[in-house]
């Protein structure tokens, strides 16, 4: 059956001297896999829209086994993600994360909607580093966890002094600090920081310019996360770590989303 969907293309992959397996996240049809055949031909009319991060309408012919690739249209050849160093490890840092969580042939609209936003905000060259924030943070129910961000894990209080705790995957509030000695503190706009991260959708979310310091702080959190309770390690996090260490005269500073709704900025001291 040939089916015309609409697709960001995750991963490539050789196959023989001329052709490549792509990876897929379709709108339609969830995370798919095809053959391209000739691809690796540089006049191939493959061989652009089977690039990395592509977003395109892509014709595949799905039987019982892997699809064929019949021919792909550019929507979006998201050049920035292509050219700028920082935006391409964190491109690929989302990509890697998505293609590891999602299973394939799932119909997975919510988490191609996720993927778009992410892709097209880095590509207009708002911060990759709190954009790959917002990715990771809602895509933990899709790794099986589902923190508890709107009260108390322990005790349902909805007000007081919070702190997240790895042991309850939460909020703990200032009455119940006991039940884990080591959770780690949380400043108010720390709080609601993890709540927009979480719960707030990407094209939504207003002006945003966070300190290196609470990305960091907000990065430590989530990995943990994955590490601890998903067991999730991605090769292209120790790229970020690296890039992380470089110097920062040697990037350039992402711009602020001054385009966006203003009043949903969450973090008042970053």
Same mark, same amino acid.
């Given at each position: ?6 697709? %960001?293309?995750?991963?490539?992959? *050789?196959?023989?001297? +001329?052709?490549?397996? &792509? ?5 339609e049809?969830?995370? &798919?896999?095809?053959?391209a055949?000739g691809?690796? #031909? ?6 652009? &829209?089977?690039?990395?991060? !592509? /977003? ?7 039987g ?5 690739? $019949? ?16 935006? +391409? =490890?964190?491109?690929?840092?989302i990509?890697e @994360? ?6 394939d ?12 936003? =992410? ?15 917002f990715?990771?943070? #809602?895509?933990l129910?899709?790794?099986?966890? /589902?923190?508890?961000? /709107? ?6 209080a ?8 790895? $042991?309850? !995957?939460?909020?703990?509030? /200032? ?5 884990? *000695? ?8 720390? @709080? ?8 707030? *959708? %990407? ?5 945003l310019?966070?300190?290196?310091? +609470?990305? #960091?702080?907000?990065?430590? !959190?989530?990995? +943990? !996360?994955?590490?601890?309770? &998903?067991? @999730?390690? @991605? #090769? ?20 602020? =989303? ?7 900025? *969450?973090?008042?001291?970053?």
């Amino acid at each position: 059956m040939l089916n015309k969907w609409e697709g %960001i293309v995750l991963r490539t992959g *050789p196959y023989g001297e +001329t052709n490549k397996v &792509v990876t897929l996240l379709t709108r339609e049809a969830g995370k &798919v896999t095809a053959m391209a055949r000739g691809a690796k #031909k540089p006049a191939s009319r493959l061989a652009a &829209v089977t690039q990395p991060f !592509i /977003h395109g309408i892509f014709m595949i012919y799905k039987g019982r086994g892997m699809g064929t690739l $019949q021919s792909g249209d550019p929507l979006n050849q998201m050049r920035h993600l292509h050219q700028d160093i920082t935006a +391409t =490890a964190y491109a690929s840092y989302i990509a890697e @994360l998505m293609d590891r969580l999602i299973e394939d042939n799932q119909p997975s609209p919510a988490q191609f909607e996720l993927l778009r936003q =992410a892709f097209h905000a880095i590509d207009e060259e708002y911060d990759p580093e709190a954009i790959t924030l917002f990715v990771e943070w #809602k895509m933990l129910p899709v790794a099986g966890i /589902h923190p508890v961000l /709107h009260q108390c894990a322990n005790c349902g209080a909805i007000e007081g002094e919070f702190a997240f705790s790895f $042991q309850e !995957i939460g909020f703990l509030c /200032h009455r119940c600090f006991h039940v884990d *000695p080591y959770l780690i503190r949380l400043s108010p706009a720390h @709080l609601r920081l993890v709540r927009t991260f979480y719960t707030v *959708p %990407i094209e939504q979310v207003g002006k945003l310019t966070l300190k290196p310091a +609470t990305k #960091k702080f907000m990065r430590k !959190i989530v990995r +943990t !996360i994955y590490d601890e309770q &998903v067991g @999730l390690r @991605l #090769k292209s996090a120790a790229f970020l770590d690296q890039l992380d260490r470089m110097p920062t005269f040697v990037r350039e500073e992402p711009k602020a =989303a001054e385009g966006r709704n203003e009043e949903t900025a *969450p973090d008042e001291d970053a």
